[in-house]
T-cell receptor, first 112, second 115 residues
């Protein structure tokens, strides 16, 4: 099976802009989680989607949003970008039979 | 709520020496425990997991970990490390039931293996 894919791998934006990141989970996996990784805050949970429904959301402002499509692909959107949003955004695809999360390579977002 | 503490931010070790990376967790409910490794410019790769049963868990690349409920610990060990083990290692915990939905990560331990 193909692994989790994330696009784009790298992104440079300026403050105030918005950005959309995409994640395609492993075939058959219906749960997708998003995490933000920064040197200062480490790995932090953003949100989780299962069957197109957001099941849980981390402690992030409303500028961070996401959605999941019927084919389980997921997108996350960050509006009104701030310098502090610069991070590696990781998507994970859940195998609910084994409780394992498989991570994609991430999208590195740089906000100037 | 769950939390994870990785006691060492960096662990330097010589090649072929044993290593232990420490992880302690806190939770009021049962948990699942995981160790992930991250190589530079890559995502996270699962090394091993504890869901239930035997407290000694063996993973990939020769790593193992022991779940100790009384000490609330899940330390990662390898008897002989290689240069290629140089990476960042993350301990993670999730709620231990079918509806578990997120991983709570520790701050990571950078393992540096020297020749």
């Amino acid at each position: 099976k193909a692994g989790v894919t994330q696009t784009p791998r790298y992104l440079i934006k300026t403050r105030g802009q918005q950005v959309t990141l995409s994640c395609s989970p492993i075939s058959g996996h219906r749960s997708v989680s998003w995490y933000q990784q920064t040197p200062g805050q480490g790995l932090q949970f953003l949100f989780e989607y299962f069957s197109e429904t957001q099941r849980n959301k981390g402690n992030f402002p409303g500028r961070f949003s996401g959605r999941q499509f019927s084919n389980s692909r997921s997108e996350m959107n960050v509006s009104t970008l701030e310098l502090g949003d610069s991070a590696l955004y990781l998507c994970a695809s859940w195998d609910r039979g084994t409780f394992e999360q498989f991570f994609g390579p991430g999208t590195r977002l740089t906000v100037l | 709520a769950q939390s994870v503490t990785q006691l060492d931010s960096q662990v330097p070790v010589f090649e072929e020496a044993p290593v232990e990376l420490r992880c302690n967790y806190s939770s009021s409910v049962s948990v699942y425990l995981f160790w992930y490794v991250q190589y530079p410019n890559q995502g996270l790769q699962l090394l091993l997991k504890y869901l239930s049963g035997s407290t000694l868990v063996k993973g990939i690349n020769g790593f193992e970990a022991e779940f100790n409920k009384s000490q609330t610990s899940f330390h990662l060990r390898k008897p002989s490390v290689h240069i290629s083990d140089t990476a960042e290692y993350f301990c993670a915990v999730s709620r231990g039931d079918y509806n578990t939905d997120k991983l709570i990560f520790g701050t990571g331990t950078r393992l540096q293996v020297f020749p």
